[in-house]
């Protein structure tokens, strides 16, 4: 899966997500950030890139 694919698909999975409270969705895909506002007034950043050497298994950070 190419990384443009990825993040439009997590672009419409957000977008059409109900119940999560989302009341504006923005994607900045020259620095591939999809910036996420809720009801409350909260702004989260979601950053898509490929991670490099983790083909064969990933870990998350501690």
């Known amino acids: 899966m190419e990384l443009n694919y990825f993040r439009d698909r997590l672009f419409d999975l957000l977008n059409d997500s109900e119940g999560m409270g989302i009341v504006d969705l923005n994607a900045d895909e020259r620095n591939s950030l999809l910036a996420v506002r ?24 501690n």
């Open 38 to 61: 809720t009801e409350d007034g909260n702004v989260f950043e979601i950053v898509c890139r490929q991670a490099e050497g983790k083909e064969d298994g990933w870990t998350t950070a």
